[in-house]
Nanobody
Framework: QVQLVESGGGLVQPGDSLRLSCAAS?????NGWFRQAPGKEREFVAA????????LYAESVKGRFTISRDNVKNTVYLQMNSLKPGDTAVYYC???????????????????WGQGTQVTVSS
């Protein structure tokens, strides 16, 4: 029943910034961002809980990306700074139930997925 719509992707140069948005149609307890590059497996990027705003980041994006949410708007954001060519991928927003911080990185814990938004970092 939950629908997720991502937006904000685009083509940028290395070092630039982008902010992705994920609008949810219903309540979610945990939201995660995952990404998938051509020929590669989908990988965890960041996640956040609805209550308490506890967050988890992949080591590859820690210090550069920030996940946040607005529970009134039912929207999750991913602020991406200092983008690198290795960040190029389709980014997906995911939603799931309550989970521990350690399990927020597991894609199998999410029940709903958005359509994805393309992020391309190239000079």
């Amino acid at each position: 029943q939950v629908q997720l719509v991502e937006s904000g992707g685009g083509l940028v140069q290395p070092g630039d910034s982008l902010r992705l948005s994920c609008a949810a149609s219903g309540r979610t307890f945990t939201n995660g961002w995952f990404r998938q590059a051509p020929g590669k497996e989908r990988e965890f990027v960041a996640a956040i809980k609805r209550f308490g705003a506890n967050t988890l980041y992949a080591e590859s994006v820690k210090g550069r990306f920030t996940i946040s949410r607005d529970n009134v708007k039912n929207t999750v954001y991913l602020q991406m700074n200092s983008l690198k060519p290795g960040d190029t991928a389709v980014y997906y927003c995911a939603a799931g139930g309550e989970m521990t911080i350690g399990t927020m990185k597991l894609s199998r814990n999410y029940n709903y997925w958005g359509q994805g938004t393309q992020v391309t970092v190239s000079s």
